[in-house]
Every structure is written in C-alpha cells, then in structure tokens.
C-alpha cells in the first residue's frame, strides 16, 4: 500500500561523502515523521536521523555534526547527507516512516529495504 524506496549507498572512502534518498509512494497518504535508522554486523539497528512533519529533527550522537536529514514534501521524499563518513558509519541503512492512509484513524510504520553503505579506511 505505502512503499519507501531507498537508494543511494555504496562503497566510499573514509573522509568522503554520500547521499542517501528514500521516496514514499503508493496510496493517498500523509507522513508524520520519516527517518534513518541503520544495522552494522554484530550490532543493533540504531536511530541514525529522524524529521517530523514540522521540520524538527534529531540525530545520534555519534553522527552529529556530520550527517543532515532533510524533506522534500512535494516528492514525499527525505534526504540523509553524510560527510567525513568514518569506516564505522559502514551499515546497511533503513528508511523508516509513520504515515497516515487517507480514510483510515491510526497510522502505519513503514521500513524500506535498506541499502547498503561500506566506508573504506
């Protein structure tokens, strides 16, 4: 019904930069917050960014300063720019949304498939 397609990841060195894009299609919908979370081996799936509908938005410690989320309403589309990546920014990244079909009363979670981002040293 509601899909997020990912894309942008790939293989960069330590140092440089990567932008990450996830469209949300499908049914008529509204979006209350979209985020990135991201899964390294061995480790836990962990908030990267996330963005509401108001334009607030929050990051993890360890990607401040470094990493910025954005919005594009009009494509129902958020961005994730990441500079000075580190060889432990290396994970499969997940777009993540809680968005609203028209008609229904509740919201939804929807996760994309991930895509992956290998930072060399």
């Known amino acids: 019904q509601v899909q997020l397609v990912e894309s942008g990841g790939g293989l960069v060195q330590a140092g440089g930069s990567l932008r990450l894009s996830c469209a949300a299609s499908?049914?008529?919908?509204?979006?209350?917050?979209m985020g990135w979370y991201r899964q390294a081996p061995g480790k836990q799936r962990e908030l990267v960014a996330a963005?509401?509908?108001?334009?607030?938005?929050n990051y993890a410690g360890s990607v401040k300063g470094r990493f910025t989320i954005s919005r594009d309403n009009a494509k129902n589309t958020v961005y994730l720019q990441m500079s000075s990546l580190k060889p432990e920014d290396t994970a499969v990244y997940y777009c993540?949304?809680?968005?609203?079909?028209?008609?229904?009363?509740?919201?939804?979670?929807?996760w994309g498939q991930g895509t992956l981002v290998t930072v060399s040293s």
């Open positions: 499908g049914s008529t919908f509204s979006i209350n917050a």
């Open positions: 993540n949304a809680v968005v609203r079909p028209v008609g229904q009363y509740g919201n939804l979670e929807v």
């Open positions: 963005i509401t509908s108001g334009g607030s938005t």
